[in-house]
């Protein structure tokens, strides 16, 4: 299942875009920015938006000329079934 | 306006020693209070140590005691 | 939440440190800027908790403990204050860029030149490679008290005597161990000594020092108002006034004040005998986990309360996202500042997610996180 992460060159956009993402409802979560994907970046976070939303999420960041790095799409390294301490 | 008196002013390198001595001669009972420095000295602190004119040589011996060498010993109407 | 992460910062402070600056915000005035009783008692409070801090740490001047914001602001004046053009350092590969960008500044800015004791797979170093390293322009060694990123500690006392019998400076990063390990700066041989208020002290943010073990011309980092002197044009030359221009963080100073209070009376031994017992449980519950690879030497006690790890070739940010996301337990991945020591332990692409223990984790959060990382390890896409 492929997922994908919004990069950034420093914190303040990835909040600032992640500020702008939840007030148009749509669906993302700070979380680190894969090694995989980041390179040779330095900022450590990015935003995971999931497949269904990774369209809007573009809509948001072009009508907002929001600030960013770039989309990476990412094979989730694990399996979504998950059996919660039992 | 405070009537002025006599007192014996310790004036300090710095604010460290000013508060050394403040603090020994709490735990040793020695009279006296830290005021800012007059204007009559010159000094690294702006504290000075404000204690009874009587017994220069005792507050001598009690600045030795206390490991501080001061910047200047003056007698002041303050 | 469960949280792992007490090697970045402490967020359960005892609740002394709570009140005291909860009280300090509501009445100190500022130190040394003036003679009312609102100046007097926060000029009150520094110099005690200096004695305090000097006590703490065995250093014999108490005018000699230099209040900084942190540890980057010390190691930045101990390592720009004291290098001249031309000297030689030596220093390793477990540094964090607290002390490797100063350094790296320095021999861009300095022409100083950087030795650098290299680590095997372990994350240990050879001690002799000091020895062999040093020059007649060597002038200092650099180093850190635990790695930030395996937990293995440096024998200080060891390479404190290497660099007293060749007349070396001595600058010691205690990051990760001020308030969790004894530190004694005369009987380690440290020169100057950098911690932070915020870690293992347990004390707020914004707070740190550099404690100086005998007479050392330190210059300014920076240079402004001392409350003294005001006619100087130059910063004045007395300790600790000359490294500590601009208003002291008198709040910030109140909790660490309460922060040392409680680590003397807990018993600085009983702290790392918990912390120690928390790592040793963990260590021991994942070392069953199919492909886990935990990085550090874990046959030595002398460690800080760290395990990194990495699960086969997951990327160390999913790992730490899931532990988080989905378990509520918060870890650090990726580089943690330490460049050198995730190329010497060949993990600068994956990273590795760092687990690290303070005085209020419970073994019961450890073995929680035990079971996390199993079930994450189960759940790997193959």
Known sequence: MVRYYIL????????????LLDGAGVSNRIT???????????????????????????????????????????????QAKRDRYC | ?????????????????AMAFE??????????????????????????????????EGLKVLLQSAGIIPQELRMLEV | MIYLDNAATTIHKPPCVVRAVTEALTSLGNASRGAHEGALATNRLVYRTRRKL?????????????FTCNSTEALNIAICGTLHEGDHVITTVLEHNSVLRPLYRMQNERGVSLGFVPADKQGCIDYADFERMIRPQTRAIVCTHASNLTGNMLDIRRIGRIAKEHKLLFIVDASQTAGAVPIDMVQMGISLLCFTGHKSMMGPQGTG??????????????????????????????????????????????????AVDFISQTGIDVIRAHEQELARTFYRLITGIPDIHIYGDHTSDERSPI???????????????????????????????????????????QGAVRFSFGFYNTIGECEAAAEALRQIADRRVL
Request: with cysteine.
């Open chain 2, 1 to 17: 306006m405070r009537k002025k008196e006599k007192r014996l002013i310790t004036a300090f390198y710095t604010t460290h020693d």
């Open chain 3, 209 to 258: 020092g550099l404690c100086i073990n005998g007479d050392i011309e330190i210059e300014p980092l920076k240079t402004g108002g001392s409350g003294v002197q005001s006619f100087l044009t130059e910063q004045p030359r007395e300790y600790p006034t000359r490294l500590e221009a601009g208003t002291l963080n008198g709040h910030g100073i109140a909790g660490l004040s309460a």
């Open chain 1, 8 to 19: 950034f060159d420093n914190y303040e956009q990835g909040l600032a875009l992640h500020d």
């Open chain 2, 23 to 56: 603090e020994f001669c709490h735990e040793h009972g020695v009279p006296g209070r830290l005021i800012p420095l007059p204007r009559e000295i010159s000094a690294g602190c702006g504290l000075a140590w404000s204690a009874p004119p009587e017994d220069e």
């Open chain 1, 32 to 78: 680190p920015a894969p090694a995989a994907a980041r390179g040779k970046l330095c900022c450590g976070m990015s935003l995971l938006v999931e497949a269904d939303m990774i369209d809007r999420a573009r809509e948001v960041i072009q009508d907002n000329n929001a600030v960013y790095h770039s989309i990476v799409p990412m094979d989730n390294q694990l």
């Open chain 3, 307 to 349: 395990v990194a790890l990495n699960i086969a070739d997951l990327d160390s940010a999913i790992v730490a996202d899931e532990l988080a996301y989905s378990y509520g337990i918060a870890t650090r991945a990726g580089a943690h500042c330490a460049p050198l020591m995730h190329k010497a332990l060949g993990t600068q692409e």
């Open chain 3, 54 to 66: 000097a006590s703490f740490f065995g250093c014999p001047e108490s005018e000699k403990v230099i």
